[in-house]
């Protein structure tokens, strides 16, 4: 079986003597599962999975999703490429602020795994912050303001109304459906999760989708916003990943926040991502 290695105090483990391919073992199927609901993060290294291999691997979790907005592969409707040639070193990166993907979604993703096929000799890591441990330390009255509370999340990057300036787009790579006024719809989710494997508790906000609190403005929700912000992702509660080709890393994307580094203008970096669903939010 796996051996499982911690990688800080909060969030995430390194899996190792697993080949990802062998899902047809229902020890490694459960092994992973719950790895994953333990740790919230799940690093692989030295795999070279195929797409083919990737989707099985993504099943184990739940149901693939396709996801609006964001081309697929072209081939592929549950696969995106995430890439950034070498050449594209104005207008930003996908995923290149602290997100939860997708929470503007009425059923947003479970958890998402990216399969690495090309990385850049420095840079390129992706980060990614426990909102478990974020909710444990909240200060007590922000706690108790986010009790019962509920939180907008809308499509920005890809609406009219919220839309961010053209110049701070991802890179052309990427092709982004953009100004489309169904991703300005208002969904409602719930401002803090509860796992439903574990009944830990865990922030569900982030700086890209959520706009405001239910029941208040953008500008009384913005002062408790970007306290809870600043706290989310203390690097306290963060792993750094540094990819590697071959890398597989899978987490949970109702329990924690990620952000892709922009710091490797000049190389390409290529990376696989699939996600998975499970129940609705309540
Ligand atoms: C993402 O937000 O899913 C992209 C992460 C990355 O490219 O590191």
């Not at 719950?34 to 993504?58: F, M, P, V, Y």
């Not at 590697?244 to 892709?260: E, K, P, Q, S």
Request: with cysteine; glycine share 6%.
């Amino acid at each position: 079986m796996p051996q499982i290695q911690r990688l800080t105090g909060f969030l995430g483990a390194q899996m190792q003597g697993t080949d990802l391919r062998a899902l047809d073992d229902p020890d490694l199927r459960s092994a992973l599962r719950s790895a994953l609901a333990e740790h919230q993060l799940l690093i692989i290294r030295d795999q070279s999975l195929s797409i083919e291999d990737q989707k099985r691997l993504t099943e184990v979790f739940g149901e693939l999703m396709q996801l609006p907005y964001v081309a697929p592969m072209h081939d592929d409707p549950s696969v995106i490429a995430v890439l950034k040639e070498a050449h594209e070193d104005s207008g930003g990166v996908f995923g290149g602020e602290w997100h939860s993907d997708f929470s503007f979604l009425d059923n947003p993703p479970a958890g998402s795994v990216l399969n690495a096929q090309e990385i850049p000799p420095v840079g390129g890591d992706t980060l990614w912050s426990s909102q478990i441990a974020a909710f444990e330390t909240l200060p007590e009255h922000l706690k108790s303001f986010l009790d019962g509370r509920r939180a907008v999340h809308v499509g920005k990057p890809y609406g009219v109304k919220f839309a961010p300036p053209s110049e701070a787009r991802a890179n052309a790579s990427i092709r982004m459906t953009r100004g489309d006024p169904e991703a300005d719809c208002e969904v409602l989710h719930p401002a803090v999760l509860i796992n439903p494997d574990t009944g830990a508790r865990a922030l569900y906000l982030n700086p890209i989708y959520t706009t405001r609190f239910d029941g208040m403005t953008e500008e009384e929700s913005r002062p408790f916003l970007e306290q809870i912000y600043k706290h989310a992702v203390r690097p306290d509660f963060s792993v750094r990943h540094k990819w590697r080709a071959g890398d597989v890393v899978i987490w949970d994307n109702r329990m924690t926040l990620h952000y892709a580094t922009n710091d490797y203008a000049g190389f390409r970096r290529l990376i696989y991502r699939t996600t998975f669903r499970s129940s609705p939010l309540e």
